[in-house]
T-cell receptor, first 112, second 114 residues
Framework: LAKTTQPISMDSYEGQEVNITCSHN???????ITWYQQFPSQGPRFIIQ???TKVTNEVASLFIPADRKSSTLSLPRVSLSDTAVYYC?????????????FGAGTRLFVKA | DAGVIQSPRHEVTEMGQEVTLRCKPI?????LFWYRQTMMRGLELLIY????????DSGMPEDRFSAKMPNASFSTLKIQPSEPRDSAVYFC????????????FGDGTRLSIL
């Protein structure tokens, strides 16, 4: 499975846009990129998933360049409640052999 | 819809005791995963099932750990005998079959072995 590299931590202020970049140089052709969010004392929660270009939902946007060796999670206008750990995962979906490997994640701290 | 349900939420027991963690996946989900989370090692995949059959248990740390899924709505993770280094938060997750299916996690069981 492709290994991912993310910043260990980031700080931001309320109302700002936050971009978290994940490197996955060894991503395979069939791999998708998935981001999860985890609050203290809770399990990870799915945020967004994509294969190429741009994906947007009500929570975030995911930007994937043409070479797919990196991806950027964009959180528009963060609030204090967005303080959490964000995980970038790369892996093949939908097959019996699918495995999920979580990296260390990025700790985002949003300040007032 | 109810999410993934884990029990107990907290467990404190003494070294050497048997520990059983329980998970009820989301109805209709075909895959079930057990994870362990610690500060030192982060989130580790222990084992996962597809249609109640264990597919990959290479993450199970040692023979003291065992997992079963007797039916589509229930799974257990057992540790016998337990050791202090097993202290962690254990998560269960499930997902459906097919494309674009993210994993849905429970809120975990915080296990403390004294």
């Amino acid at each position: 499975l492709a290994k991912t590299t993310q910043p260990i931590s980031m700080d931001s202020y309320e109302g700002q846009e936050v971009n978290i970049t994940c490197s996955h140089n060894n991503i395979a052709t069939n791999d998708y990129i998935t981001w999860y969010q985890q609050f203290p004392s809770q399990g990870p929660r799915f945020i967004i998933q994509g294969y190429k270009t741009k994906v947007t939902n009500e929570v975030a946007s995911l930007f994937i360049p043409a070479d797919r060796k990196s991806s950027t999670l964009s959180l528009p206008r963060v609030s204090l409640s967005d303080t959490a750990v964000y995980y970038c995962l790369v892996g093949l979906r939908g097959t019996g052999g699918f495995k999920t490997i979580f990296g260390a994640g990025t700790r985002l701290f949003v300040k007032a | 819809d109810a999410g993934v349900i884990q029990s107990p939420r907290h467990e404190v027991t003494e070294m050497g005791q048997e520990v059983t963690l329980r998970c009820k996946p989301i109805s209709g989900h075909d895959y079930l995963f057990w994870y362990r989370q610690t500060m030192m090692r982060g989130l580790e995949l222990l084992i996962y099932f597809n249609n109640n059959v264990p597919i990959d248990d290479s993450g199970m740390p040692e023979d003291r750990f065992s997992a079963k899924m007797p039916n589509a709505s229930f799974s257990t993770l057992k540790i016998q005998p337990s050791e202090p280094r097993d202290s962690a938060v254990y998560f269960c997750a499930s997902r459906g079959q097919g494309a674009y299916r993210p994993q849905h996690f429970g809120d975990g069981t915080r296990l403390s072995i004294l």
